[in-house]
């Protein structure tokens, strides 16, 4: 059973690009969350995606934006890239079954903008 | 407003007991996870608590008091490859959204 995937592993890009990422979650979950963890703070939540729509978003500008594909991958995109995006993108998979289920983590995706 | 606070830095010793505190404010307060990092990974899965109480799982403990808005993480008989990053996360609202505090990085010395 393969558990959460992330592409790519690492990716530098300059100020002003823009970049995709992306996720496949966990065999038998349909909800997907992204994380940003800058250096030595905890992760950051960004979104969640859920039957192809944005649930919940956190505190991020709109230059962060998602999707989320019928058969529950999703995609992370990030416009007009600022040194301060530089971080691990993580992304969590989980059942939509309400409350107190476990988020699996991917591995992560290290972006660096220059 | 939303906060988790935890201790940065921790140190211990090899084979002893260590304690890491977490206290949370959030709304929507459904239930309260920890897990471990390693430097570069992902976070692993260590413990959910969503009543009050201790829940025991090997060589990690992990106990919560939703009254207190408290909880800690009890790691017994160190080991060197306890050394990480321990994250206490606060399960928050309807969905399955975590609040994630900024981590305490326990160092392991021999």
């Known amino acids: 059973d393969a558990g959460v995937t992330q592409s790519p592993t690492h990716l530098i890009k300059t100020r002003g690009q823009q970049v995709t990422l992306r996720c496949s979650p966990k065999?038998?979950?349909?909800?997907v969350s992204w994380y940003q963890q800058a250096l030595g703070q905890g992760p950051q939540f960004i979104f969640q995606?859920?039957?192809?729509?944005?649930?919940q978003r956190g505190n991020f500008p709109d230059r962060f934006s998602g999707h989320q594909f019928p058969n529950y991958s999703s995609e992370l995109n990030v416009n007009a890239l600022l040194l301060g995006d530089s971080a691990l993108y993580l992304c969590?998979?989980?059942?939509?079954?309400?409350?107190?289920?476990?988020?699996?983590f991917g591995p992560g995706t290290r972006l660096t903008v220059t | 407003g939303q906060n988790i606070d935890q201790p940065t830095e921790m140190t211990a010793t090899e084979g002893a007991i260590v304690q890491i505190n977490c206290t949370y404010q959030?709304?929507?307060?459904?239930?309260l996870f920890w897990y471990q990092q390693h430097a570069g990974e992902a976070p692993t899965f260590l413990s959910y608590?969503?009543?009050?109480g201790l829940e025991e799982k090997g060589r990690f403990s992990s106990f919560l008091s939703r009254s207190k808005g408290y909880s800690y993480l009890l790691l017994k008989e160190l080991q060197m490859k306890d050394s990480a990053s321990y994250l206490c996360?606060?399960?928050?609202?309807?969905?399955?959204?975590?609040?994630f505090g900024a981590g305490t990085r326990l160092a392991v010395h021999p």
């Open positions: 995606y859920y039957e192809e729509e944005e649930r």
């Open positions: 608590n969503v009543l009050d």
């Open positions: 996360a606060a399960f928050s609202g309807g969905y399955n959204k975590l609040i």
């Open positions: 065999s038998g979950h349909d909800t």
């Open positions: 959030t709304s929507g307060f459904n239930g």
């Open positions: 969590a998979s989980s059942p939509y079954r309400g409350v107190g289920y476990e988020q699996y």
